[in-house]
């Protein structure tokens, strides 16, 4: 069974940009979830899908948002893009809400 | 919400030895994993453990509910064992995650 699959792997945009990360859960997984991984703040929450409704949303501004599609696919976006906004991304997907999740190889965005 | 603390925060071994990695959370979870995340930022999955304890090769956990902890033991090291360990809990349609310990093997 093919795991988690992110793309972009890496992305570099300037500040005030936009823009958009995909996540392919693994087959048969219906919740997706989102983290941000930065030197300082560790592993912190965005937001969790399941059935195309978000079921969950961490402590981050409305800039960061995310949809789920029916093929359970995700993608999440960023807008106005701040240096501080410069992190891994992370993406997990999950045969149900709050089990077992498997992570993705993250996207690595940068922002100049 | 819960609380998840994990011990220590860096740890600095020789090839050869051996480890125990603890996670602490401060009420009662529906689950417990444990990760490990190599230098690339991949986060493998090590053991999905909400209770009882389970082995596979050098590294085994143990998770005790009851007493709201967990361990994480990894044997004979191997510098392909450096990197951060996480332990994340969920419960009530939360995932929590520690902020990790970072391992270094040295050879």
């Known amino acids: 069974k093919a795991g988690v699959t992110q793309t972009p792997r890496y992305l570099i945009k300037t500040r005030g940009q936009q823009v958009t990360l995909s996540c392919s859960p693994i087959s048969g997984h219906r919740s997706v979830s989102w983290y941000q991984q930065t030197p300082g703040q560790g592993l912190q929450f965005l937001f969790e899908y399941f059935s195309e409704t978000q079921r969950n949303k961490g402590n981050f501004p409305g800039r960061f948002s995310g949809r789920q599609f029916s093929n359970s696919r995700s993608e999440m976006n960023v807008s106005t893009l701040e240096l501080g906004d410069s992190a891994l991304y992370l993406c997990?997907?999950?045969?149900?809400?709050?089990?077992?999740?498997?992570f993705g190889p993250g996207t690595r965005l940068t922002v100049l | 919400g819960i609380q998840v603390e994990q011990s220590p925060p860096d740890l600095i071994l020789q090839e050869g030895a051996n480890s125990t990695l603890r996670c602490n959370f401060s009420d009662s979870v529906n689950n417990l994993q444990w990760f490990h995340q190599n230098p690339w930022g991949q986060l493998i999955n090590l053991f999905y453990?909400?209770?009882g304890t389970k082995q596979n090769g050098r590294l085994s956990a143990t998770t005790v509910a009851t007493e709201r902890y967990s361990l994480l033991y990894i044997s004979s090291s191997q510098t392909t064992d450096s990197g951060v360990y996480f332990c994340?809990?969920?419960?009530?349609?939360?995932?929590?995650f520690g902020k990790g310990t970072r391992l270094h093997i040295l050879p």
């Open positions: 994340a809990v969920g419960r009530d349609d939360k995932i929590i």
């Open positions: 453990i909400p209770s």
């Open positions: 997990a997907s999950s045969l149900v809400l709050v089990h077992e999740q498997f």
